[in-house]
């Protein structure tokens, strides 16, 4: 076995790029290996209704879209980071929440320092303020109850005890996508946004 100091510790995207997880490079990202892996990760582990996993990509999308609800003069930079708030998870896959909690490692700063980087190459701050990320957050936990009460078999009384009853959204229908959808509507919304469209 080789020494720790040996082993790999990057993941060779199909782009070509290699990412060091460990000390991630802003030069190393590309949006198409974004979108390609959050295309192909399944939310709730793939417990979800339908012919396809509800994937991470669509979920991005769903978020923007809420946050844009909620606070329709908001500028770009806060709709791109919205978008791209679990890309993280393009190379690190979904855990969920129970699992993350679980583990007992800093695997939120492991995560952190892999979206700065993303942030990073695509012209965000390596962090984003407080009260936009308290916004991103809402409208995750409002997709997560729309996502758990169509597609995860939750009651919706059970989805509010977890996520709160979302207010001030309209309501989504949600159809899980094929991969190779889900990927091309994450590169367009992700080019419509940096066009600013």
């Given amino acids: 076995m080789p020494p720790s100091n040996d082993r790999r510790a990057w993941q060779r995207m199909l782009s070509g790029r290699r990412l060091d997880l460990l ?32 994937s991470v990509a669509q979920h991005c999308l769903l978020v923007e879209r809420f946050v844009h ?39 939120k700063g492991f995560e952190n320092r892999l ?6 190459r695509f012209g965000l701050t390596a962090e984003i303020a407080a009260g936009e990320t308290a916004l991103i957050k809402r409208a995750d936990r409002i997709s997560a109850f729309f ?6 078999g939750f009651s919706r009384r059970e989805a509010a005890s977890f996520f709160g009853t979302p207010k001030s959204v309209s309501t989504p229908r949600l159809v899980p996508m094929p991969a190779a959808e889900a990927e091309a509507a994450y590169i367009d ?3 419509r946004l940096s066009a600013g469209l």
């Fill in 147 to 152: 996502e758990a009460t169509q597609l995860a």
């Fill in 23 to 54: 000390d991630p490079s802003p030069l190393d990202i590309e949006i198409e290996d974004i979108a390609h892996g959050l295309a192909r990760v399944a939310r709730w582990n793939g417990q979800t209704k339908g012919d396809h996993a509800f």
């Fill in 69 to 107: 609800e909620l606070r329709p003069k908001c500028g770009v930079p806060l709709r791109l980071a919205a978008l791209l708030h679990d890309s993280a998870e393009y190379v690190i896959g979904d855990l969920i929440s129970p699992f993350k909690a679980a583990i007992g490692l800093d695997y």
């Fill in 189 to 191: 919304r992700f080019r």
């Fill in 115 to 120: 979206l700065s980087a993303i942030h990073l």
